[in-house]
Every structure is written in C-alpha cells, then in structure tokens.
C-alpha cells in the first residue's frame, strides 16, 4: 500500500516514534483491542501521519502544536468521562474508534502535504474511504475472531457491520458518542 525500502536507521526511528504513540494510548482493560491497536500502527505512515502537527486544530495551553494523535487522545480521554459510556463499560471501544476512525482522513492529509493531488473533492474523499478501508478492514477481522461482541460493536461503529444481534441501545449511544466527538474534532 504504501512505503519504499528504508534505511537501518529510518526503521529505529519509525519503531521509536510507534512505541511513542503507543505509549500515549490509555490502558484499555479488553484485552483483545490492544492487539488491534497495535495491528492498525504497524503501518509506518500512518504513525508519521497521527504525529504530523496540525495548524488548523484547536490549541490547548502549554502545549505544542496539536498533532492528529493530541486530537484523538483529546476525544479518548472526553469518551472515558462519558457516564453513560463508562456505566455501560462502552468507553474502551467508542476510544479506540475514535483513535482509528479519522486514519483515512490523516493518511490522505499526509499525503497531500507530501505533494499529491487530487483530481477533485470526490476523487479526495474516495480515497479516504479506500484508504481507511485498507487500513482497518484485517485487523477488525482479527478483532471480530478474538473478541466478536467486541468486534462486531466495533465494526458497526466504523460502519463496517451490521446492528443485528447487538444492543440496538448500545450501539447507538456508542456510535452516536463516536459522532459527537468526531464533529467536536473537526
């Protein structure tokens, strides 16, 4: 999908910079999304894209330049303080949603600000969609085979699944707290 042949050195700083933004992440309880997380990042670009700064983005005091990973850990940190969330134990994967929603969306900003053009808005927004697609479809997969409630409620939320057999409840409010944070981010 992406990438070129790297440098010994270039590799030590990707792995540098994933075991960084790794490390930001909250803990998550669930065992089963860790490995998803893990699996969404191993991609070397998408690392690079969630530790780009951000010009346009809100600024919070005493901080650098907002970064798609500040953003993201911003709506993480706002999705575990949600009481209806945190009572229904629904906060660890409308976090992690809200974390790999936008990868599309970031890939494709990294790659314009590498000199890529698009054709056109819809040519832009297809391939967010694609890219997004590519990025999340394996490891959800993994996801549903190692934790499929989890898995299933995941996928409905990236719109990758169906609500029958869920909590109907449930995922709306998971995926309408992905949507609400998802604006506030924009």
């Given amino acids: 999908m992406f990438g070129a042949p790297q440098s010994q050195r270039a590799v030590q700083v990707q792995a540098e910079q994933r075991a960084r933004l790794l490390g930001q992440l909250p803990l998550l309880s669930n065992q089963a999304l860790v490995p998803f997380v893990t699996t969404v990042f191993?991609?070397?670009?998408?690392?690079?894209?969630?530790?780009?700064?951000?010009?346009s983005?809100?600024?919070?005091l005493d901080e650098g330049d907002p970064t798609a990973l500040s953003q993201c850990l911003a709506a993480m940190g706002r999705a575990r303080r949600c009481r209806t969330l945190v009572l229904?134990?629904?906060w660890e994967p409308v976090a992690v949603a809200l974390l790999v929603n936008p990868c599309g969306y970031y890939l494709c900003l990294r790659e314009l600000m590498f000199g890529r053009h698009y054709v056109s808005t819809p040519d832009m927004y297809q391939r967010i969609s694609h890219v997004r697609a590519e990025v999340l479809s394996k490891p959800l997969q993994a996801l549903c085979e190692a934790d499929p409630q989890v898995g299933r409620y995941l996928a409905w939320i990236l719109g990758f699944g169906s609500y029958k057999g869920?909590?109907?409840?449930?995922?709306?409010?998971?995926?309408?707290?992905?949507?609400r944070e998802t604006l506030w981010m924009s």
């Fill in 42 to 55: 191993a991609l070397d670009e998408l690392v690079a894209a969630y530790l780009l700064p951000l010009r």
């Fill in 57 to 60: 983005a809100p600024r919070e």
């Fill in 88 to 90: 229904k134990s629904s």
């Fill in 166 to 179: 869920l909590d109907v409840r449930r995922a709306v409010d998971m995926q309408r707290a992905v949507y």
